[in-house]
């Protein structure tokens, strides 16, 4: 990759906090929930709650299938928690109002901006502009008018998308494995140790 490419705000390339309707919706249907404790930091939404509209139109930050949302509040921002929305029921979902909300703009892939999202170098940039008191403290909306990325055509981020995927798919596969090998070897450890 170039090393003169010019560089433009994240804002650039994606809407931050953009508004969504629901007004296709009635007030039973079900919409997807997601809490912090459901986004991992590793940026994986885990667990796939549901919830009727009239239960969380209110008082929850909304966002619509692709969104990418990225937590704002310390430690949470620090340690990696967000998520690529994808999946979400009825399109619709709604979270902690401590996510930052991004969308793509149509020569930008969501999946380029999640990555950068999860980048280490944009979360130390961010944290040192986070506002607040000690234990509150936010990243701004306006981080992302002043965090400066490259400008790469979609194919291009879209290539580079699709690698990063690559390796979190082996990452994740690599993990489970892990887990089960050391639930293996615990059975072993207590037929062995017992001698059964």
Known sequence: MSTDLP?????????????VSTDH???????????????????????????KLREVRNGYTLFQEGDVLFAKIT????????AHAIGLVNKVGFG?????????KPF??????????QS??????AKAMMTGSAGQQRVPAEFFE???VPFLPLVEQQRIAEILDTFDTQIQETERLINKLKQQKKGLMHDLLMGQ
């Open 25 to 51: 919706l009635e007030l039973d249907n079900t919409v997807s929930f997601i809490p912090m404790a459901d986004v991992t930091e590793t940026g994986q939404w885990v667990k796939h709650q549901v919830r």
């Open 96 to 104: 902690t109002t401590e996510f930052h909300v991004l969308r793509a």
């Open 120 to 125: 280490e170098g944009l979360r130390l940039r």
């Open 75 to 82: 430690p949470c921002m620090e340690n990696g928690k967000g």
């Open 7 to 19: 560089l433009i705000p994240l804002a650039e390339l994606a809407i931050v906090n953009p508004p």
């Open 146 to 148: 002043h965090f400066k």
């Open 108 to 117: 930008t892939d969501a999946r380029f901006i999640y990555h950068w999202l």
